[in-house]
């Protein structure tokens, strides 16, 4: 029945990213921990997710919030023990439900024992297991930019050598060229699949192959250091460090893999998940959230690009198709609100945030939700420069200072393109601290969280929460919309995305308005004349011509 397509159990689930030290603190301190995502496993069950992927919960010195790790088989102190990680494991697997973990191996912190050891000195074992070079002229080695600001470089006095860092500069680059590096890679790997875990979502993947010379780039505008990503995103090579990844490790597993893979385009999406090639599983490209700021960053009140977004969601719908498969996303930890950005988080929040979840869920892959965004979370406020937490927010407001903008300007940019935005606090009640703790936490909550927490929308048939309930309970009982072709349709239309999903003589039409007009649709063009949507996100009472602000409907024909 499915052709071409195999069937896969990570093909038909539905993930849910958790950053686990904002989604629920067990004992008080303020911060989420491994045990409070145990508690609230019985939500997730009871909004239909199959797989949850957790954001680093390793040993941390937390420059990164995690991301930097110093101890890979050790859990970060504030959010419990190896013991609560085991139980919430087993909480997860007695509930059907799979786990994936985050794998972090670009980098390490610099209080990995590995890096302690390589910096001791030239001679060291591990010497090779960073990338170290000489100074240049008395300067840093080469040009380029880190990702979060300033020198992709630092300066080691014990070492008396410079370390790259396409980051911050507590997570030096470990150095993949080393194969004693990647076997203990794999080692590490290996160790947490044995212990039953279900997959990885492999972050920064995309950075691990650095261009072997490490040389200058050009420099035409006199740049003190310049962005670098030519150098070491999707680099040539980098796919013979996954072949053996998958060879040594994914692939003698039954796992869900999905890289982080900034760089790829859809013309390149094959080479990554062409089941032929059995690499990884899926990977989150970038280029709808790349296509987003490119034009908001600085003209913020330019609306979505909706042919922009048809373009790029319909090439890898198409080129993917009965080849690989897709990882469907609008939001995660690094990206701001997507109510907040796509749609209208003032006058049609519930609308536009609907809209947007049936714009996305339905398309052929796995679609993942980032906590809170069920609920149609939105963007925080920042009062001063000093509320941002995020190491890249607070490099970004150091550079952007040094080129001359004013206080007031880096706040407003921060303010909508901040990860921090997407940081704050899970809602789930509307009691002090949202119900996520007891006490302050790490980071203030969304003043919005009365009227927006599970509580409350649990409560309320129509709201974002059930909404993005029904979609995941329609996907998972619907074949053809896990399995389906995927066609757009209307393709000219400048606010509406309507697109099918055909599985045998089954088909399914998704209709959006993704703008806060009313939009006129063509019921005959699309055959869903005297047809009744199976689900919408507006009254039934509309008129079948006409898509009011936001509307979403949702027809099998
Ligand atoms: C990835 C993560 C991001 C982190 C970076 C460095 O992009 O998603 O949160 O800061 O890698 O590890
Ligand atoms: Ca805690």
């Known amino acids: 029945m499915h052709d071409v397509k195999t069937a896969r159990w990570w093909k038909e689930a539905v993930a849910y990213q958790i950053y686990p030290r904002s989604f629920m603190d067990s004992n008080g301190d303020g911060i989420g921990d491994l045990n409070g995502i145990t508690q609230r496993l019985d939500y997730l069950q009871w909004l239909g997710i199959n797989v949850i992927w957790i954001c680093p919960m390793y040993r941390s010195p937390n420059d990164d919030n995690g991301y930097d790790i110093s101890d890979y088989q050790d859990i970060m102190a504030e959010f419990g023990t190896m013991a609560d990680f085991d139980r919430l494991l087993e909480a997860v697997h007695a509930r059907g439900m799979r786990l994936i973990l985050d794998l972090v191996v670009n980098h390490t912190s610099d209080e990995h024992p590995w890096f302690i050891e390589s910096r001791t000195s030239a001679a060291s074992e591990k010497r090779d297991w960073y990338i170290w070079r000489d100074g240049k002229n008395g300067a840093e080695p080469n040009n380029w930019e880190s990702i979060f600001n300033g020198s992709a470089w630092k300066y080691d006095p014990q070492r008396a050598q410079y370390f790259l860092h396409l980051f911050s500069a507590r997570q030096p680059d470990l150095n993949w060229e080393n194969p004693q590096v990647r076997g203990a890679i794999y080692d590490m790997m290996r160790w947490w699949l044995d212990k039953g875990i279900d997959g990885f979502r492999i972050d920064a993947i995309c ?6 010379g490490l040389t200058d780039l050009p420099n035409p505008n006199g740049q003190r250091y310049v962005p670098s990503f030519e150098r070491h995103l999707n680099y040539p090579g980098l796919l013979d460090y996954v072949d053996e990844m998958c060879e040594q490790v994914l692939n003698r597993y039954d796992i869900m893999t999905v890289g982080e893979m900034n760089g790829a385009s859809a013309e390149q999406g094959e080479e990554w998940v062409g089941e032929q090639r059995q690499r990884l599983n899926m990977i989150f490209q970038f280029e709808h959230v790349l296509l ?29 198709e009965g080849k690989g498969w897709n990882a469907l996303y609008v939001e995660n930890h690094d990206i701001p609100r997507v109510v907040s950005s796509w749609g209208d988080d003032r006058q049609f929040a519930r609308e536009s945030a609907t809209a947007i979840a049936a714009l996305y869920f339905l398309m052929q892959g796995t679609p993942f939700i980032y906590q809170g965004q069920e609920l149609g979370m939105s963007n925080t406020q920042f ?7 995020d190491i890249a927010a607070r490099n970004r407001a150091v550079a952007l200072r040094q080129q001359g903008w004013s206080e007031e300007r880096i706040l407003a940019f921060l303010s909508r393109s901040g990860r921090d935005n997407s940081r704050t606090p899970m809602q789930w009640d509307d009691g002090k601290y949202a119900g996520f703790s007891d006490s302050t936490p790490w980071l203030p909550v969304n003043a919005n969280y009365r009227e927006i927490n599970v509580a409350r929308q649990q409560q309320q048939p129509d709201s974002v929460l059930n909404f993005y309930r029904t979609l995941i309970a329609l996907r998972s009982r619907t074949p053809a919309l896990i399995y389906g072709r995927y066609q757009l349709l209307l393709d000219e239309h400048p606010f509406i995305y309507a697109y099918s999903r055909t599985l045998a003589e089954e088909q399914w039409v998704v ?30 009472d509309g008129e079948p011509q006409l898509l009011r602000p936001y509307e979403a409907r949702i027809y099998s024909r």
């Not at 009062?383 to 937490?389: C, R």
């Not at 869903?528 to 689900?535: E, I, S």
């Open 383 to 389: 009062a001063s420069l000093d509320d941002f937490n």
């Open 207 to 212: 950075h691990m192959k650095k261009e072997p």
């Open 511 to 540: 209709v959006c308005n993704l703008s806060g007009e009313p939009q006129i649709v063509d019921a005959r063009e699309l055959d869903l004349v005297d047809r009744q949507p199976v689900l919408g996100n507006c009254s039934p």
């Open 292 to 320: 987003w700021e490119s034009a908001h960053r600085l003209t913020p009140d330019r609306g979505l690009d909706v042919p922009g977004l048809k373009r790029i969601f319909t090439r890898w719908q198409t080129l993917l």
